[in-house]
């Protein structure tokens, strides 16, 4: 059965690896496209497309109206990551993190009072027809990593050894802090320490998992079940919902 999918992702960023045959700017969008085509016909997916809009002087409430009926509907957030998906501006006046924090929020598709009427810390709730409370739960989540201008992921996804094994460094830093918050924040770490006193986590680390776009995009469906499962095994997770 088709998931409702939404993608949230960078629109014009062009530092990421060409796609096609073309010599024409290859930009996320461009990545959107090629996944919107791969996958199921069944399947739906709810963009934001919101790249050139100035977050800065809106409130709360309008930023909240203008996304709430795409992120609601759906079941499944795909963050993609790519090398200039973060600007130097606060996480409050860009898009990206505002549609993580209403994907991770159990909100309602409407509401009879304002939010400036409400408590913000307070999760919302409509009737349908019959009377009875509905709403939304927090979506199944998943980052894929876009590889750069030269084919990589390093810039966020770096491979090297240690403790006698293969390990991967998660560039956190880079990333808006509803996400990075989101990371390596599973309740039953398994972790240990090795040489130079490294902290290596085993196993489960994240609610918000991080893949290359070439092992998602070549299997999207073993991901996104992937993803459902821990939607499904939430409270095991530190969830961070608000944007900073």
């Known amino acids: 059965m088709g998931k409702k999918i939404f993608v949230s992702y960078k629109y014009a960023d062009d530092r990421v690896e060409h796609l096609g045959s073309n010599d024409s700017t290859t930009t996320v969008r461009d990545y959107v496209t090629d996944f919107e085509n791969r996958i199921d016909s069944s399947d739906h997916i709810y963009k934001g497309e919101h790249d050139d809009e100035d977050l800065s002087q809106l409130e709360d409430d309008t930023i909240w109206e203008k996304l709430k009926d795409k992120i609601y509907d759906s079941t499944v957030t795909v963050v993609f990551i790519s090398p200039g998906m973060k600007e130097d501006s606060k996480d409050r006046d860009q898009w990206i993190p505002w549609e993580i924090s209403y994907s991770l929020k159990e909100t309602s598709r409407k509401k009879e009072t304002s939010k400036k009427e409400t408590s913000r810390e307070k999760e919302t709730s409509s009737e349908n027809k019959n009377g009875n409370a509905v709403t939304s739960k927090s979506n199944a989540m998943l980052a894929v990593v ?74 999207i469906d073993f991901y996104i079940n992937k993803a459902i499962d821990r939607q499904d095994n939430i409270d095991d997770y530190d969830i961070q919902k608000d944007v900073e």
């Open 146 to 219: 876009l590889p750069d201008k030269e084919g990589k992921y390093s810039y966020y996804l770096e491979e090297h050894g240690c403790c006698n094994a293969k390990c991967t460094t998660h560039h956190t830093g880079k990333l808006f802090s509803i996400l990075k918050n989101n990371k390596f924040n599973y309740k039953k770490k398994k972790k240990y320490n090795c040489e130079q006193d490294k902290e290596i986590w085993q196993g489960t680390c994240s609610y918000i998992e991080a893949v290359k776009w070439c092992d998602f995009i070549n299997d």
